[in-house]
């Protein structure tokens, strides 16, 4: 087919829209080499080069002898052609160019993931192999039944494959097959030319081909296909943990699909730099004792393999659950982790390779702390005595104490407690309540008080608050005391007055004999007559998630620890007593918002 300088095409503008509003994660870098011959030239680039403009990555050096690249665009379910690839049916080309001589004048400026072209090579008289570096992308073809398609296969990198080892295991595809390939030198009734000799003519990685197959619709492209759950490719992003993938067979005969990981290379100028290779960990079966799976690390020599069927049979398509570790990642928020995951077939006919990225994020949002005490340590003492058995004072006119019973007790039941936390940074705040929704520009919120939400959008916002903690109409919060980071232990202190009604435990307001008030009820008693003050100093540490996989690859919405408390009761003057309370603490993001709306 000989490309015509036309405008654009509907479909390429359509490509061009989306690849500006949809983020891509450009973490992951491999060059692709690729070999060109005097003249043209049919190449299919398995990386995406969008990042930059075909004037920076090709016009820019003038060694490089490449003067044309046309990619083809064609308009999905429409015939391209009759009889043969040189002669177009539709009044509007499939093509959209760049040329060298124009450059920023050209139609065509960058190219989008998966492209196929043709790519002209000026009479240099000798082979130039181009290199561009760009993002590996999965495999997206699309196959009409109506007339050819242009493009390439995921081939094994080397030497190449024979065309009919490559397409013996999709059956009857191989007998109605037609496969024209261009030739070195100008178009012309000759060029692309049928090939026929299918068992002595390779297919290699990044040439492309103009393939039809009679009337047969074609799903084969490589005998194993890689489904994915992000067309982006595994992107964990700075949140989420588990990413699914699944493994089809496209053959008639059983394969096994083995991954490998590969490093990144270096990023390209002004592109983000990557901070190293993600730990992914792949999730195995299930202990059906505790209801937790098994996992193994993913590393560059073992990546995991799986034996898949004949197509159309049980177990020919099967899903791979892969993990983040996030609590060994590390890093400090933004820095990207990126690899490249590379797919091979025990035929040794295809390779996919499939970049998988992830962002370090941070812990700044609002968490819901589910605590349950299962120690309370007493304030029990054993005292000194005189030879007659009774206690020896002090100069204090206070009992001498011997010992302290300073060991943690169990409970009969746990106590349950709910912890409202907001981290902003590696700062933390203990809350009693919180309001969660829409302020009146509709952004999204965390707020101390429901005035500050917007009236309109209140049916769908949320309060959460924890008894635990006492009530006050300010909802000040309590600020924590070091850092909220791993292996951290932050502290803060409430204070319950002992005249406060609404918090203090002592105190029962109807009650003569506690409600801090004399025989007359007119006036105050001090502190330790009716009612003590309590001075809780509640503290959090911070521990590593449990060792199976859920645990491993939650820890960017989920924080184990350990939830102590030290109260103490104060009376008049020194008088005080000590209690210690514990347990275990889950602490779960329900909000990602980093800053707590004050004011």
Not at 59 to 71: F, K, Q
Not at 365 to 377: H, N, P, Q
Request: net charge neutral.
């Amino acid at each position: 087919m000989i490309p015509r300088s036309l405008p654009m095409s509907p479909l390429l503008r359509i490509l061009a829209l989306l690849l500006a509003v949809v983020p891509v994660l450009r973490a992951q870098w491999l060059t692709q080499p690729v070999e060109l011959r005097p003249g043209w030239n049919a190449v299919q680039f398995h990386v995406d080069l969008s990042y930059a403009k075909l004037d920076t990555l090709i016009g820019s050096d003038a060694s490089n002898p490449v003067e044309e690249v046309w990619l083809w665009t064609p308009a999905v379910g429409t015939a391209q052609f009759v009889q043969s690839p040189q002669v177009p049916t539709a009044t509007i080309s499939q093509w959209s160019s760049w040329k060298r001589a124009l450059g920023p004048a050209s139609e065509l400026h960058s190219l989008p993931p998966n492209a196929t072209c043709l790519v002209k090579l000026g009479a240099v008289g000798t082979n130039y192999t181009l290199r561009l570096k760009g993002r590996p992308v999965s495999p997206r073809n699309q196959w009409t039944a109506t007339g050819l398609n242009f493009l390439g296969f995921p081939v094994v990198a080397g030497e190449g494959v024979a065309i009919d080892s490559y397409f013996n295991p999709a059956g009857d595809l191989l007998r109605e097959l037609e496969l024209y390939r261009y030739n070195t030198g100008e178009l012309d009734a000759g060029n692309p030319a049928r090939v026929f000799a299918l068992r002595t003519t390779k297919l290699r990685r990044g040439e492309a081909y103009w393939v039809k197959a009679g009337e047969q619709f074609n799903r084969y492209f490589a005998p194993f296909e890689v489904v994915l759950q992000d067309p982006r490719g595994v992107v964990f992003g700075r949140r989420t943990g588990e990413q699914r993938i699944r493994l089809r067979n496209r053959s008639t005969r059983t394969v096994t699909v083995t991954l490998a990981m590969v490093s990144s290379e270096e990023a390209p100028s002004g592109q983000a730099a990557v901070s190293g290779e993600p730990p992914l960990l792949l999730r195995g079966a299930m202990n059906t004792t505790n209801l937790t799976f098994s996992h193994a690390a993913i590393t560059k020599t073992n990546g995991g393999s799986w034996t898949l069927t004949p197509a159309g049979q049980p177990d020919s398509d099967i899903e791979v659950v892969l993990g983040l570790d996030r609590y060994v990642m590390g890093g400090s928020e933004g820095d990207v982790f990126a690899a490249i995951l590379r797919f091979t077939d025990s035929l040794g006919l295809g390779q996919i390779e499939i970049p998988v990225a992830a962002e370090a994020g941070s812990w700044s949002g609002l968490w819901i702390g589910d605590a349950e005490i299962t120690g309370v340590r007493h304030s029990l003492a054993r005292y000194v005595r005189g030879t007659n058995g009774t206690t020896v004072l002090g100069p204090d006119g206070r009992p001498v104490r011997l010992e302290s019973m300073n060991s943690l007790g169990p409970v009969a039941r746990p106590f349950p407690v709910r912890v409202l936390v907001h981290v902003e940074g590696t700062n933390a705040f203990l809350l009693q309540r919180a309001y969660v929704g829409l302020d009146a520009s509709t952004n999204r919120v965390v707020a101390l008080r429901e005035e500050l939400l917007g009236t309109s959008t209140l049916a769908s916002a949320r309060r959460l608050s924890s008894v635990f903690f006492p009530w006050s109409a300010t909802n000040q919060p309590w600020a924590f005391n070091g850092g909220f980071v791993r292996d951290g232990v932050v502290e803060t202190r409430v204070l319950l007055p002992y005249n406060d009604h609404r918090s203090n435990p002592f105190l029962h307001t109807y009650h003569p004999d506690h409600d801090t008030l004399d025989a007359g009820f007119s006036q105050t008693l001090p502190r330790g007559r009716e009612s003590w003050d309590v001075d809780r100093l509640v503290r959090l540490r911070i521990r590593p998630p449990g060792a199976d996989f859920r645990s491993l690859t939650a820890a960017s919405d989920r924080i184990d620890g350990v939830y102590e408390e030290v109260l103490d009761f104060l009376g008049t003057g020194s008088e005080s007593r000590t209690y210690d309370i514990s347990g275990s603490l889950v602490l779960r993001r329900v909000s990602d918002v980093p800053v707590l709306t004050r004011n």
